[in-house]
């Protein structure tokens, strides 16, 4: 659509000239999905879903569409990191089908979690609509193209999202301190650290080290919006590292040693 390829030019985001469908596509794949949980969710899990009142059900589908999404964006971040060659060859400029079409998938739906944050704004808070709002925007303007090769490692973060997902259907479900939310937890801080501590500031600084060596290239406007992400990201990810640890002291307290007679 030539209209549309004037706009993007004027972006100065060529690549989502040949993506933009896939954005859309995507957004109304996730609200796809919302509508499908609304439908089996209460049949399969109808004696616990008929004490769920409020907004509890909607938050249910709403944490369905979040495991989805955070399970295809993770698949699609390994591949693009471990033999996507296109992007290994120019991590800071380089484009690839593939990886745009992943970036886009994860665009459409930040789209659509930003409007369903709008819509229950009363429950989730106006701090989702920014969270939402800012995942969007991170990704959106990486179709200059700009640090696609990096991207993956960050949208690796969402690796963690289903086993904290499934810590919360647990609680929903009744299995509060079981032995199976005990395990999910520990591999959620796992992948947590292994993902966001380990990896996210490993590969933030070789970002850095690579972005300064071509430091003429990068808009002003880039370097404040991914340099106050990445800053604000890593800070936040340290801090849920020390809730996740803290809560599941609290949940799973250790048992006292008892003295032999």
């Not at 229950?120 to 939402?132: A, E, L």
């Not at 179709?143 to 993956?152: A, E, H, T």
């Not at 650290?193 to 850095?208: D, E, N, Q």
């Amino acid at each position: 659509m030539q209209v549309l390829d004037t706009v993007f030019d004027a972006l100065e985001l060529p690549a989502l000239k040949a993506h933009w469908h896939v954005v859309l596509l995507s957004t109304a794949a996730f609200q796809s999905i919302y509508l499908l949980s609304a439908l089996i969710s209460p049949v399969i899990f109808a004696k616990r879903f008929q004490f769920f009142s409020g907004y509890t059900p909607t938050n249910w589908h709403v944490h369905v569409v979040s495991s989805v999404h955070s399970i295809l964006i993770s698949l699609g971040s390994l591949y693009i990191l471990f033999y996507d060659t296109e992007l290994a060859a120019n991590r800071v400029f380089g484009y690839s089908p593939f990886a745009s079409d992943i970036y886009s998938v994860s665009c459409g739906y930040f789209i659509w979690d930003v409007m369903m944050a709008i819509r229950y704004v009363k429950y989730q808070g106006i701090s989702m609509v920014f969270h939402g709002a800012a995942g969007f925007a991170v990704i959106f303007f990486a179709y200059r193209p700009f640090i696609n090769y990096y991207g993956s490692i960050f949208l690796l973060y969402e690796a963690s999202t289903p086993f904290l997902n499934f810590n919360w259907f647990m609680d929903k479900l009744g299995w509060t301190g079981s032995r199976t939310q005990l395990v999910n937890g520990i591999v959620l801080i796992t992948v947590f650290f292994l993902a966001r501590i380990v990896a996210g500031f490993t590969m933030s600084y070789r970002l850095w080290i690579e972005l300064f060596s071509v430091k003429e290239m990068i808009p002003l406007s880039y370097w404040i919006i991914y340099g106050v992400a990445n800053a604000v990201t890593s800070l936040l990810n340290v801090y849920w590292f020390g809730l996740m640890l803290r809560s599941l002291r609290k949940r799973f307290p250790k048992k006292p040693m008892t003295k032999a007679a």
